[in-house]
């Protein structure tokens, strides 16, 4: 059975902080990992992809994979309170499908 | 990136009654839909997986004679909720992939909310 784990939090972190958010799953031929981000009563919307091992950076995201140790995270520099949402972690594809994990709340404090 | 609109964003039903849910991708082909249900403070649940065409593959757990799923076109799907009770009221999300560039992508719809009263 495929799993993706994260920590449900909530994460609190001040404004101005990194926030750093974790994924680990289970299937070692995963190929492509996406973080998304969902506000409450909201669908979630795709932040960033990586594929390939090490860091991708884009704006105030960044995204670290090591295959090796099934991990993939994402840090969030200089948080703002509007970064407050529950983060989660996809893992794919299987077939057609991705696998999310449950999601961190993360909450940025003014 | 890709537009997959769903509609309506939020119904009122009463128990008993069919709700017809819509997820249409608007600007590209999507010869698969998934359908998610989310509680609240909960994650996504997958459904099921709708195929243009054919039978949708539901999980384990899911009725399939209660949530109907048509996937009628390359860029239509819809999930009914038949003899809806209060314990169906939720989130449902619907998803496409498309591939913008190298990686395929997962869309959503913009979600909707069903109170069943």
């Known amino acids: 059975q495929k799993e993706v784990e994260q920590n449900s939090g909530p994460l609190s972190v001040p404004e101005g902080a990194i926030a750093s958010l974790n994924c680990t799953y289970s299937d070692r031929g995963s190929q492509s990992f996406f973080w998304y981000r969902q506000y409450s009563g909201k669908s979630p919307e795709l932040i960033m992809f ?13 995204a670290q ?23 989660l972690c996809a893992v794919g594809p299987y077939g057609q499908n991705f696998v999310f994990g449950p999601g961190t709340r993360l909450s940025v404090l003014p | 990136g890709a537009v997959v609109s769903q509609h309506p964003s939020w119904v009122i039903c009463k128990s008993g009654t069919s709700v017809k849910i819509e997820c249409r991708s608007l600007d590209f082909q999507a010869t698969t839909m998934f359908w998610y249900r989310q509680f609240p403070k909960q994650s996504l649940m997958l459904m099921a997986t709708s195929n243009e065409g054919s039978k949708a593959t539901y999980e384990q757990g899911v009725e399939k004679d209660k949530f109907l799923i048509n996937h009628a076109s390359l860029t239509l799907s819809t999930l009914t909720v038949t003899s809806a009770h209060p314990e169906d009221s939720s989130f449902y999300i619907c998803s496409a992939r498309a591939t913008t560039g190298v990686i395929p992508e997962a869309f959503f719809g913009q979600g909707t909310r069903l109170t069943v009263v």
């Open chain 1, 65 to 87: 994979l090591n295959k090796a140790s099934q991990y993939v995270s994402l840090l969030i520099r200089d948080s703002q309170p509007s970064d407050s949402a529950t983060y």
């Open chain 1, 50 to 62: 990586i594929y390939s091992n090490g860091d991708k950076e884009d704006g105030r995201f960044t």
